[in-house]
Structures are given as structure tokens and as C-alpha cells.
């Protein structure tokens, strides 16, 4: 799943629960995926890995 900075705050939101776990998705650039780990409530240390794809976009494995 590809996501845009315009729609980072709402999936975001919908992904907390009471429990974390770990998401992946995929973003077109490494800006959008920054600003999606920066997106209230911003991820700590240790939650978050990048990594880049040969197509040019970034996976982001998170802990939400």
C-alpha cells in the first residue's frame, strides 16, 4: 500500500489501538515516509526502520 502525506494523519489514527504491533507500507519518497513517522504521536527510538526500494520508494516497517 502507497501512501501520500495528505493521508498520513488519518491512517495513522486508525492503525492505534490498545496494543502495538508492527505495520509496513510504502511510501513514494523518503519526505512522506518522515512525515508519517513524525505524525502525532511520533514514533521513539527503536520503532521505525527504512528501507529503500529500487524503484525509488520506501518501505517503512513501524511500531504503532
Known sequence: ??????????LKNALRSG??????LTFPNSDDAVH??????PQ???EVCFSN???GQVDLMFFL
Do not use: C
Open 36 to 41: 508519517f513517522v513524525n505524525v502525532d504521536p
Open 44 to 46: 521513539g527510538a527503536g
Open 1 to 10: 500500500m502507497t501512501i501520500s502525506t495528505a493521508d498520513a494523519p488519518a
Open 53 to 55: 526500494r529500487p524503484d
Open 19 to 24: 496494543v502495538k504491533t508492527w505495520h509496513v
